[in-house]
Every structure is written in structure tokens, then in C-alpha cells.
């Protein structure tokens, strides 16, 4: 069944090995998935930012297992979404059901609030649709439906230097300009934001769950930080725009990286400090304002009694480029953008951070392990339940992400492992790094006669990966 939660404008680290119990008789009994909107793992600061807040995350993470190297295989909302939701890869004709599906097989309820599966931001949410949701995976799923862009309060278009109040001529769904906006909302609490509404749905659903006393998985979906950077105001006023240290831009960066390995480049905000910081400020704002709101649904859940039965987990659907080289936004293969944060709560068991690749593919067959269910054909990911167990535990020695939408025009994909990183473009261009000494990837090696060796071992490893994935020939 679908609801409408409609809305009023007017009412407005610590390196700690988990031991995960193997022989433990009692296993979870259900999943919470929270997930955020284009969050790169850089802004979080379990992930060790020290500038944006992110308490409720930040908490969680000490309570669970942090992957340090978790990467998406899709790099953009609507590939992504699903290759976590049915653990395959995008571009594979996937034969397996959605996680709701199996786990409704076994017994389960499964409920969706928000943003799971793709939905297209501003649009969704201003309009209170399901977007590219695949029903079929929920017991039951319910929307939101916000204002968005039209939400009053202080209107800025970064790129632009606009600041107005003015409704008219805003930049909204469909727009070219949408991906540089934010809006310093007037309602103090965000009760009428989407990220609050979402809060407040999956807060009641967790109290129909423990009433119902049946097995469930929730998932809820928030949509903040993805554009427009909707917040109240006093999470901008939390940082100054000036204040904002903003990545460099160095001459000659881009020499060495193929044309189509590049990114946007911001509709002019690389020409103005100011616009960068504005762009900064909001989606630290936009990030602090969806953690308050994850903070909400795990405050409930302690409250009922549920955290004890209940396997958290914290993710996103790819990260984000702001600024880093020049570059905004998402969609190629750069670590800003393929890093994510990753965060598994297994109840009863101690804390711990993991090196151990990971990949978002993962997330499905780590759950049903968790839950003592069998495996459906078709997945591609593995259980991560090894590296749960014991943070020293490797399931992967690379992880795999590919940039392969019907609308891209040259393909992509690439490849990290410990020490470096590989990306390869359907017009033969190349790039490899050496993550040890340059995490920041300002130093393409392919042509690097020192690292001749390692780049053939990089292609090789690329190749078997495809293979195995169904993605090559």
C-alpha cells in the first residue's frame, strides 16, 4: 500500500577488532538500512572530517563496524540504487529478486520511507511520486512530498552569486541550473523538509514493527545531501561561508587527465572563491541536517527496545565531487565520487574499523548471512559477515565500479585495490595512481616507466573483474 505524508509550509574513531559471536544460537531478527543521497565518506566525521557535524553518525559508527574502503559500483543515483538493492552490477540483466522480495520468501516484512530504490531529485519529492521504485520489494512503501526548491526561506544560486527571497524564477526540477542551489529554509525544525517527514514515517513504522512483533526490514531513504541543499537556516548559520577552506585549484591539473575522465566544472563556481565556500556551506548544512534526522529514527529505535534485535546500517548511493580538482558533482570514477561510507551495527557485538575493501554489491548478501538465510541465484556481492567478524578478514582484493548508462557516451570502469587505483575509458584513455603517496590523485602514472609493471598488473585484475561480472566478453 502507498501513503502521502503531505505537509504543511504554514507549521512550520577508534581501531577496536569486532569478534563477531559464530556461534552465537540467537541471530538478529531484523535489518534497518539508512541511507543518505550523495554524501561523500570525506564530509562524515567518523570517516574523520573535522569540520562537519555528524554526531548521530558518528555514534553509530562507534557502535559498529566502519569500512574505511567501501566503494559503489554505480556513480550516479539511478544505477547505483538498484545494483545494491538486487547485489549485481550495473549493466548486468540481473536474474535475482530485490532483497525485499527474498527476504518476504522467508517471512519477512519489508516496508520502504523515502528514497531506496532511484528517485529523481527535486521531482520526486515535490511531487510525492515512488519514482523508479520496484514495488515488488515492499510489504509496503510510503512517500513524501516537499516543497523543495519552492520552500521559503533564503534562496541562493551559487554559481551565479543570486541571494533573493523571490519565489519567481527559481531553479527547480528540470532546470539546468538546479545542481547549485540551496535554500537557508525559514521553518526552524525542518518539519516541512522531506529528510524530516522521512524520519517521522520510519518512526512510526518502527512502532507498528514492534507491535506487529514480526520480523521486518525497513529501509529509509533520505534525500539530503543530494541538490537542492535544502536546511533550516541554523544549520548554515552552524558554517560561516568564510570560514570554508575549499579545495585548490592547481594549474596544470587537469594536463594529464583524459577529457573524458573530467568532471563538470561547476557553471562558473571555479571562478569564484566565494561561490565554492556557498556551495561548501550548504552541503555541510544540508549533511548535518539529514544526520539530526537519522539521529531521530535511532533514538526510536532504542526507545522500543529494538536495537538489540536489529542488524543498522548506514550507507549511501556513490559520493561527490565539490570542487576537488576542479571538478562538482558525480558520475566518473574519480575516489571522491566511488568512495563511500559504509557503516555495519550487528547488536551485542563490539566496535571496529576495517581496511578491508568493500563494495556496496555487499550490502544484500551480508544480510541475509546476518539473518541465517539462504542465498537466491543471481546475486554477485559477498558476505561481509567474515570481515564483521574479524577486521583483519578480506572478502576482496579489489572493488569493481562502472560507468556504463545508456546515456554515457564512453563508457567506462575502474578498479581499486590497497595501493592504487586504475580507471579505463572506452576511447583508450587510462588513468592510475598510486593511493599510498598520492591519495589525492593529482599524479597519472600511465606512462610511468617505474610503474609499467604494476599498471599491466592493474589491467589484468580490471580484465578478470569484468569477466566475472558478466561485462565483458
Same mark, same amino acid.
Given at each position: 500500500?502507498?501513503?502521502?505524508? $503531505?505537509?504543511?509550509?504554514?507549521?512550520?574513531?577508534?581501531?577496536?577488532?569486532?569478534?563477531?559471536?559464530?556461534? $552465537?544460537?540467537?541471530?538478529?531478527?531484523?535489518?534497518?538500512?539508512?541511507?543518505?543521497?550523495?554524501?561523500?565518506?570525506?564530509?562524515?566525521?567518523?570517516?574523520?572530517?573535522?569540520?562537519?557535524?555528524?554526531?548521530?553518525?558518528?555514534?553509530?559508527?562507534?557502535?559498529?563496524?566502519?569500512?574505511?574502503?567501501?566503494?559503489?559500483?554505480?556513480?550516479?543515483?539511478? %544505477?547505483? &540504487?538498484?545494483?545494491?538493492?538486487?547485489?549485481?552490477?550495473?549493466?548486468?540483466?540481473?536474474? @535475482?529478486?530485490?532483497?525485499?522480495?527474498?527476504?518476504?520468501?522467508?517471512?519477512?516484512?519489508?516496508?520502504?520511507?523515502?528514497?531506496?530504490?532511484?528517485?529523481?531529485?527535486?521531482?520526486?519529492?515535490?511531487?510525492?511520486?515512488?519514482?523508479?521504485?520496484?514495488?515488488?520489494?515492499?510489504?509496503?512503501?510510503?512517500? =513524501?512530498?516537499?516543497?523543495?526548491?519552492?520552500?521559503?526561506?533564503?534562496?541562493?544560486?551559487?554559481?551565479?552569486?543570486? @541571494?533573493?527571497?523571490?519565489?519567481?524564477?527559481?531553479?527547480? +526540477?528540470? =532546470?539546468?541550473? &538546479?545542481?547549485?542551489? !540551496?535554500?537557508? !529554509?525559514?521553518?526552524?525544525?525542518?518539519?516541512?523538509?522531506?529528510?524530516?517527514?522521512?524520519?517521522?514515517? +520510519?518512526?512510526?513504522?518502527? &512502532?507498528?514493527?514492534?507491535? +506487529?512483533?514480526?520480523?521486518?526490514?525497513?529501509?529509509?531513504?533520505?534525500?539530503?545531501?543530494?541538490?537542492?541543499?535544502?536546511?533550516?537556516?541554523?544549520?548554515?548559520?552552524?558554517?560561516?561561508?568564510?570560514?570554508?577552506?575549499?579545495?585548490?585549484?592547481?594549474?596544470?591539473?587537469?594536463?594529464?587527465? %583524459?577529457?573524458?575522465?573530467?568532471?563538470?566544472?561547476?557553471?562558473?563556481?571555479?571562478?569564484?572563491?566565494?561561490?565554492?565556500?556557498?556551495?561548501?556551506?550548504?552541503?555541510?548544512?544540508?549533511?548535518?541536517?539529514?544526520?539530526? *534526522?537519522?539521529?531521530?529514527?535511532?533514538?526510536?529505535?532504542?526507545?522500543?527496545?529494538?536495537?538489540?534485535?536489529?542488524?543498522?546500517?548506514?550507507?549511501?548511493?556513490?559520493?561527490?565531487?565539490?570542487?576537488?580538482?576542479?571538478?562538482? *558533482?558525480?558520475?566518473?570514477?574519480?575516489?571522491?565520487? +566511488?568512495?563511500?561510507?559504509?557503516?555495519?551495527?550487528?547488536?551485542?557485538?563490539? !566496535?571496529? &574499523?576495517?581496511?578491508?575493501?568493500?563494495?556496496?554489491?555487499?550490502?544484500?548478501?551480508?544480510?541475509?548471512?546476518?539473518?541465517?538465510?539462504?542465498?537466491?541465484?543471481?546475486?554477485?556481492?559477498?558476505?561481509?559477515?567474515?570481515?564483521?567478524?574479524? !577486521?583483519? @578478514?578480506?572478502?576482496?582484493?579489489?572493488?569493481?565500479?562502472?560507468?556504463?548508462?545508456?546515456?554515457?557516451?564512453?563508457?567506462?570502469?575502474?578498479?581499486?585495490?590497497?595501493?592504487?587505483?586504475?580507471?579505463?575509458?572506452?576511447?583508450?584513455?587510462?588513468?592510475?595512481?598510486?593511493?599510498?603517496?598520492?591519495?589525492?590523485?593529482?599524479?597519472?602514472?600511465?606512462?610511468?616507466?617505474? $610503474?609499467?609493471?604494476?599498471? @599491466? =598488473?592493474?589491467?589484468?585484475?580490471?580484465?578478470?573483474?569484468?569477466?566475472?561480472?558478466?561485462?565483458?566478453?
Amino acid at each position: 500500500m502507498k501513503n502521502i505524508v $503531505s505537509l504543511s509550509l504554514i507549521a512550520c574513531c577508534l581501531g577496536v577488532s569486532s569478534t563477531l559471536a559464530a556461534t $552465537s544460537e540467537e541471530k538478529p531478527k531484523n535489518i534497518l538500512l539508512i541511507m543518505s543521497d550523495d554524501l561523500k565518506a570525506s564530509v562524515v566525521g567518523a570517516y574523520g572530517n573535522t569540520v562537519c557535524k555528524t554526531p548521530n553518525i558518528d555514534r553509530l559508527a562507534k557502535s559498529g563496524m566502519v569500512f574505511e574502503r567501501s566503494y559503489c559500483q554505480g556513480l550516479a543515483c539511478a %544505477p547505483s &540504487r538498484p545494483s545494491i538493492m538486487t547485489s549485481t552490477y550495473p549493466g548486468v540483466k540481473s536474474k @535475482a529478486p530485490t532483497i525485499g522480495e527474498h527476504l518476504q520468501k522467508h517471512g519477512w516484512h519489508t516496508a520502504r520511507v523515502g528514497k531506496i530504490f532511484h528517485m529523481g531529485v527535486p521531482d520526486s519529492p515535490k511531487n510525492g511520486d515512488s519514482g523508479l521504485d520496484v514495488p515488488e520489494c515492499w510489504t509496503e512503501f510510503h512517500n =513524501t512530498k516537499s516543497e523543495e526548491t519552492s520552500t521559503p526561506g533564503l534562496y541562493r544560486l551559487t554559481s551565479r552569486g543570486i @541571494a533573493t527571497r523571490e519565489m519567481k524564477g527559481r531553479q527547480g +526540477a528540470g =532546470t539546468k541550473l &538546479r545542481p547549485w542551489v !540551496a535554500v537557508e !529554509a525559514d521553518c526552524e525544525d525542518g518539519s516541512d523538509q522531506a529528510d524530516h517527514l522521512v524520519a517521522q514515517k +520510519a518512526i512510526d513504522l518502527l &512502532r507498528e514493527r514492534k507491535e +506487529a512483533g514480526k520480523p521486518f526490514f525497513l529501509g529509509v531513504g533520505f534525500f539530503r545531501p543530494h541538490y537542492p541543499m535544502v536546511a533550516p537556516k541554523r544549520f548554515f548559520d552552524m558554517y560561516p561561508h568564510e570560514t570554508l577552506e575549499v579545495p585548490s585549484l592547481i594549474p596544470g591539473d587537469l594536463d594529464d587527465i %583524459p577529457p573524458v575522465g573530467q568532471a563538470s566544472t561547476g557553471d562558473g563556481l571555479n571562478d569564484s572563491k566565494e561561490g565554492r565556500q556557498r556551495m561548501w556551506q550548504a552541503y555541510y548544512a544540508s549533511t548535518t541536517f539529514m544526520d539530526e *534526522q537519522v539521529g531521530r529514527v535511532l533514538e526510536e529505535l532504542d526507545r522500543l527496545g529494538l536495537a538489540d534485535s536489529t542488524v543498522v546500517i548506514f550507507t549511501t548511493d556513490h559520493g561527490y565531487h565539490l570542487g576537488e580538482h576542479g571538478f562538482w *558533482q558525480k558520475a566518473n570514477l574519480h575516489e571522491e565520487v +566511488a568512495r563511500v561510507p559504509f557503516i555495519v551495527r550487528v547488536p551485542g557485538e563490539p !566496535a571496529g &574499523r576495517t581496511m578491508s575493501l568493500a563494495e556496496l554489491v555487499d550490502f544484500y548478501p551480508t544480510c541475509i548471512d546476518l539473518l541465517g538465510l539462504p542465498s537466491p541465484e543471481g546475486i554477485q556481492g559477498k558476505s561481509l559477515v567474515p570481515v564483521l567478524r574479524d !577486521a583483519q @578478514a578480506r572478502v576482496r582484493d579489489t572493488a569493481l565500479s562502472v560507468h556504463n548508462e545508456r546515456h554515457v557516451k564512453i563508457p567506462a570502469e575502474g578498479i581499486r585495490a590497497d595501493d592504487w587505483h586504475y580507471m579505463r575509458y572506452a576511447d583508450g584513455g587510462e588513468e592510475f595512481y598510486d593511493m599510498v603517496n598520492d591519495p589525492q590523485q593529482y599524479r597519472n602514472l600511465v606512462g610511468d616507466p617505474d $610503474s609499467a609493471s604494476l599498471l @599491466a =598488473t592493474a589491467r589484468r585484475k580490471l580484465d578478470q573483474r569484468m569477466k566475472e561480472a558478466g561485462l565483458s566478453q
